[in-house]
């Protein structure tokens, strides 16, 4: 339906300021008085009095569409193009890896879950997903590590790590297997647990 369409099956109730700031004493005739020369294209406006008045539409009254993300415009539309381009940014931004929790080496279990996840949903894990390595076994304790290309949220992992283990130590998800990076061993990072 076109703006003008819509325009035409309007009907302007005219009410002057005081009668608009006074509309819960007036009675239903004088509310519901519709102005009969009223024939559309037309809008609502307010005067340089304050009173609500029909006023021409000019091009100034309608909205812009922009196709850009920079303007500071608080009135024009954004494009359905630009609406296109961000969601691909979001979905990009979607399939990349994440910091998924930290892990605890003693229980094969993140220390918390993704974020949306219940127990018993499927997180598949994505190329880039990382964990870093909370807590430890003691000196030959067993250290479980990741599993799998997805976490059964709740379901502790089996497998066994085979190297030695350090807290703060990060184990990444490659597309195929969970690898263990020895932080500790090429700098001293130290993380921040939270």
Known sequence: MSVETILNQLKINRLNKTQYDNAESLNNNELYL??????????????????????????????????????????????ANQG??????????????RFLSNWDSTTGLPASNPPGYNVGDTYTYKVGDYYLIGN??????????????????????TTVETEEVHAGDMYIYDSAQWLLLHTEEIKPIKWIFY
């Open 136 to 157: 430890i076994a003691s000196a030959g304790g067993t250290n479980y590590k990741p599993n799998g290309s997805s976490y059964v949220v709740g379901t502790a992992s």
């Open 84 to 97: 296109r381009v961000l969601q691909e940014q979001i979905d990009q931004l979607k399939a990349l890896g």
């Open 34 to 79: 519709v102005d009969p020369q009223f024939n559309g294209n037309k809008l609502l406006k307010t005067d340089a009095s304050g009173n609500i008045v029909e006023s021409d539409i000019t091009t100034s009254d309608i909205p812009g569409v922009i196709d850009n993300t920079a303007s500071t415009s608080p009135t024009d539309a954004l494009s």
